[in-house]
Nanobody, 120 residues
Framework: QVQPVESGGGLVQAGASLRLSCAASGRAFSTYDMGWFRQAPGKERDFVAS???????YYADSVKGRFTISRDNAKNTVYLQMSSLKPEDTAVYYC??????????????WGQGTQVTVSS
């Protein structure tokens, strides 16, 4: 079992970069597939990126080429490096454990979320 805790959100201008971190407790972190989702007001929770325990990565088309997901198993942490941010990236970003697919229902453990706001 892992418990994700997100950090690193904030208010930035369009075109800026931001790095989100997800620290996950649990001894078996390195064996978990991890993912990032986001949810804008009034919208569904959408897949952003995921990384398998093998370090294979997957991205939503909307962020491909701008966002990079990575993991540091020694620190039990997953990162989401976001660059060339756009106002439409504004959302609460959630870290999740236990899945790698774009389907949120496949993930077992969720963090509380961190707000990212991109101003134009």
């Amino acid at each position: 079992q892992v418990q994700p805790v997100e950090s690193g959100g904030g208010l930035v201008q369009a075109g800026a970069s931001l790095r989100l971190s997800c620290a996950a407790s649990g001894r078996a972190f390195s064996t978990y597939d991890m993912g990032w989702f986001r949810q804008a007001p009034g919208k569904e929770r959408d897949f952003v990126a995921s990384i398998k325990w093998t370090r294979a990565t997957y991205y939503a088309d909307s962020v491909k080429g701008r966002f990079t997901i990575s993991r540091d198993n020694a620190k039990n942490t997953v990162y989401l490096q976001m660059s060339s941010l756009k106002p439409e990236d504004t959302a609460v970003y959630y870290c999740a454990a236990g899945g790698v697919s774009p389907n949120a229902k496949d993930y077992n453990y969720w963090g509380q979320g961190t707000q990212v706001t991109v101003s134009s």
